[in-house]
């Protein structure tokens, strides 16, 4: 805190208040006894993650000029001074003593769509006859809980119109998601109020289906992103009483007041968009004596299919978004060919400012693999990570890359792509995974 002391202080107050025509914040309460200045341009917020927010909320990040300033004296019940931040004079006078000051943006409501609020605050002292032009930052936080829905891409083509999810957060917030929403609703965080239920609803298959997912610890600032998926039971099995579908659910939960360094805003708010309709990638049902991939008719032109797989209570990858590489996803896909003669090519590039050529021999590897000559210095090293190799004419090839997490969480929340090439007679097909470490 940086103070003006002795006759410059006198100087001051003749001149500010006499330029200033909101000088007195206490709206005619009394203030007589000593008194100090706060110069309100050190009150500026800050938003933490600001590059984040502006993608992963849909909003424009909001501006300083829009928050909301309280200044409350410690251990007053009211404030003494409250402003929009662009309408704020340049300087107000205080009664000595101990303050708070609080930042506001958006509006705290116990469950509305779309309307992120965020909050921060700082302390500061008012000492007679100075200028305080100092404060600690006060750094804006998200501070109402996130809720965005998402249906599995087998759940969306088999479920009713008449499917929908109840969200409860705590004893009052309540916000109910119809099939299709894919807005995210924002809860108020209360103390002592912290669990957050899902129920799904609805028609699937022509059964009436209800499957609830519970949550405890919710916290302010998190986004909580439950999917919901369409598992297939046996109805042939005479030993399954229980014959039918089930609706599973996982919640992935994402802090959105840490930044990750190096992203861009886009991939973050693909990843974070709900699952709709239309996905270009084929079902994976788990029913028995069906193949994982469906064989697909030859088109010229269109080479090999690449699928994310299926795990129960986990998140699929997404190959046009970022994926947060944590213990919920389920880092693995299947690549299949139709083509007469299986794959011609099959390569995978590691692209990665971490897994440098010089990391990955230490292993035994290096940034660019073939997977259909594989070389036999590599092939041991490949395997035990997940990769298959020396693919060369074969048609179904199955990836589980999850060995590489421990290897990445070395280098902390840093950006990964594998970037896979493969062909058949039929053409190329070019995938990126692209991962990022919690």
Request: net charge negative; with cysteine; glycine share 8%.
């Amino acid at each position: 805190m940086k103070l003006y002391k002795g006759v410059f202080f006198s100087l001051a107050l003749a001149s500010l208040l006499g330029a200033c025509s909101k000088e007195d914040p206490f709206g005619g309460q009394q203030t007589d006894g000593p008194v100090g200045m706060l110069m309100t341009s050190c009150l500026a917020p800050s938003l933490t993650n600001a590059e984040g927010y502006e993608a992963a909320t849909r909003a424009a990040v909001p501006s300083t000029d829009d928050f909301r300033v309280v200044i409350t004296r410690e251990g007053a019940r009211t404030p003494s001074a409250e402003y929009k931040y662009a309408d704020m004079p340049e300087v107000i006078t205080l009664p000595v003593g101990n303050y708070v000051v609080s930042a506001h943006h958006g509006d705290n409501n116990v469950a509305a769509w779309d309307e992120p609020y965020y909050f921060g605050e700082s302390t500061f002292h008012i000492e007679e006859n100075e200028i305080t032009d100092e404060v600690d930052p006060i750094v804006a936080k998200l501070s109402n809980i996130r809720v965005t829905i998402v249906y599995g891409p087998s759940l969306v083509n088999a479920m009713g119109a008449d499917a929908k999810v109840d969200v409860n957060v705590g004893e009052s917030g309540t916000m109910s998601f119809a099939a299709g929403e894919d807005r995210s609703a924002y809860f108020k965080y209360v103390d002592n109020s912290q669990t957050l239920t899902a129920t799904f609803t609805g028609t699937v298959d022509g059964q009436r289906v209800v499957e609830t997912k519970a949550y405890d610890n919710v916290a302010p600032g998190n986004h909580y992103r439950i999917t919901f998926r369409l598992h297939t039971i046996d109805q042939e099995d005479p030993g399954d009483i229980n014959a039918g579908v089930t609706i599973d659910a996982s919640v992935e939960q994402v802090d959105m007041n840490v930044t990750v360094d190096g992203e861009t805003d886009e991939p973050v708010e693909d990843d974070m968009r709900p699952v709709q309709g239309g996905n270009d990638t084929p079902d994976q049902p788990d029913t028995p004596d069906q193949p994982d991939q469906p064989d697909q008719p030859d088109q010229p032109g269109a080479g090999p299919t690449v699928t994310p797989l299926e795990k129960d209570g986990m998140t699929a990858i997404d190959f046009d978004a970022l994926n947060l590489f944590d213990s919920n996803l389920y880092c693995a896909f299947n690549v299949a060919s139709s083509a007469a003669g299986g794959f011609t090519e099959f390569t995978v590039d590691i692209i990665s400012d971490d897994l440098t050529n010089d990391e990955l021999e230490g292993i035994g590897l290096t940034s660019h693999l073939d997977l259909i000559n594989t070389p036999e210095s590599s092939a041991a090293a490949l395997q035990n990570l997940g990769f298959p190799v020396n693919q060369g004419g074969k048609t179904s090839a199955d990836f589980d890359i999850s060995g590489f997490q421990m290897m990445l969480g070395i280098f902390g929340p840093h950006e990964h792509e594998f970037k896979i090439t493969v062909s058949d007679a039929n053409g190329t097909t070019v995938k990126s995974l692209r991962v990022v470490m919690p």
